[in-house]
């Protein structure tokens, strides 16, 4: 196999920047970072970043159940084309990810991926929001990250008890919440406002939202418990997690590349490709979603990669699933859309999401040797059309078809092994 250098790059990490080639060792490890370095293989990196490979907290796989829209293998050759060393799948498959059972078959799924993927576990038996799922057998088996994610935990005494449960655990884990109150937010298929008003859809109102934050700070507050809020879409809801912040609660939250593109206004065709739950604001809303991405209130840019066939997307807006993919453009987006440095928009898809969810002594390294091969070599001023017949995802549900994007993936390294060489998945 020989050794691996990646050539006439400007590696950026959290210790900051400079030009440097990096080599790879067999071994999968970085073995020198430095001018002129000599390798058996080289990867071109001239013109490029050279980042610590970015991390998802928010990746829905389809595994098991709906293999249809994607797989554990389809989902992660998309994470590694879109610049993804290690993702999160969320528990929202069928059956749920509740159990020990279905943890082991995700992670061994996993382990033939091109992508580090990681599981998330309910937090209540069949996400049915009734029950505790066995938090302590899943948090056994490496699981570090609970959520009932596609639906909010809405019976307040059990949210409670999950958080209380969950701060006794001797792994240390994190509680996440879709926040979304089920009963003010049903029958709502977009926002709650201007334009579903003008086109006679239903809508849930911000405060769907903002009420289970609202609920969830007070919780946190009451129990000490770790928690971070999924998806964030409301102006209200970033307002509380800042003053939540200031005041010391150790809160996080995320917020997707959606949220920062896109608005309501969006759904004026009719089109479900725009049909997403925590749905799509008001220009307000996206401001404040941008401005929390740059004061550093919102911690991380999660995908909500959420595939869904053509069949089901070719439903009517009220009657199709609501979900869009992100895996293979989220770092364009961001590079294209906000008004952000590199370093920035790295931190906010690299080592801040690897710390949240606890595999910063894997992913979101700094590039330095000893440190495993987790890499994304970046062209920052390549344009492409996203073109949705090109994606590796089983899925074709984008938003951004047609749209030019700048910034582009060249090469991702997982453990060392180039799994995406010039734009190209290699497995
Ligand atoms: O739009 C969404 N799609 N939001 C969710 O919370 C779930 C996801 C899905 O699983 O399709």
């Not at 098991?64 to 998309?78: M, S, V």
């Not at 307000?284 to 066939?309: E, F, K, N, Q, S």
């Not at 590199?342 to 801040?352: K, M, N, R």
């Not at 992913?363 to 920052?380: E, K, Q, S």
Request: charged letters at 20%; glycine letters at 12%; a negative charge.
């Amino acid at each position: 196999m020989g050794t691996i250098v990646i050539k006439g790059g400007r590696v950026i990490d959290a210790t900051g920047e400079r030009p440097a080639d990096v080599v790879i060792g067999e071994d999968g490890l970085i073995a020198a970072v430095g001018s002129d370095l000599p390798g058996d293989t080289v990867l071109d990196a001239a013109g490029c970043v050279v980042s610590p490979g970015l991390v998802d907290l928010h990746s829905h796989l389809r595994q098991p159940g709906q293999e249809e829209a994607e797989t554990i293998e389809t989902g992660a050759r998309a994470a590694a084309l879109g610049g993804y060393t290690c993702i999160l799948a969320m528990p929202n498959t069928i059956p749920a990810i509740d159990h020990a059972g279905i943890v082991r078959e995700v992670l061994e799924l996993g382990r033939a991926a091109p992508c580090d993927v990681r599981t998330s576990g309910a937090i209540t038996v069949g996400r049915g929001g009734e029950q505790l799922a066995p938090l302590g057998e899943m948090a056994a088996l490496g699981v570090r990250f609970f959520t009932d994610d596609g639906a909010g935990v809405a019976d307040t005494r059990l949210m409670r008890r999950a958080m209380e449960y969950a701060s006794g655990l001797p792994t240390g884990v994190i509680l996440a919440q879709h926040c979304e109150d089920p009963v003010l937010a049903a029958g709502g298929h977009m926002h709650e406002g201007e334009w579903s008003a003008r086109l006679g859809i239903p809508g849930q109102p911000s405060e769907a939202e903002e009420l289970m934050v609202m609920r969830d700070l007070a919780l946190a507050r009451l129990t000490g418990t770790r928690v971070h809020f999924q998806h964030l879409s409301t102006a209200g809801s970033i307002a509380m997690v800042q003053a939540a912040k200031a005041s010391g609660l150790p809160v996080t939250c995320e917020a997707t590349t959606h949220h920062f593109t896109l608005t309501h206004a969006e759904c004026a065709g009719y089109d479900p490709v725009f049909k997403v739950n925590p749905p799509l604001r008001t220009e307000a809303d996206v401001a404040a979603v941008r401005a929390g991405l740059t004061t550093g209130v919102i911690d991380c840019i999660a995908t909500d990669h959420a595939p869904h066939t053509q069949e089901a997307k070719e439903a009517a807006f009220d009657a199709a699933p609501p979900g869009m993919l992100g895996l293979e453009t989220a770092l364009a987006l961001a590079l294209t859309e906000l008004d952000l440095p590199i370093a920035a928009v790295l931190a906010l898809l690299s080592w801040q999401p690897a710390r949240i969810l606890g595999v910063d002594h894997i992913h979101g390294l700094p590039v330095a040797p000893g440190n495993p091969g987790h890499l994304t070599v970046i062209d920052p001023t390549a344009t492409w059309i996203v073109d949705p017949d090109a994606f590796a995802s089983r899925s074709r549900n984008t938003p951004y078809a047609g749209r030019t994007l700048t910034g582009k993936v060249r090469h991702t390294l997982l453990c060392g092994e180039p799994v995406v060489i010039n734009g190209e998945a290699q497995r």
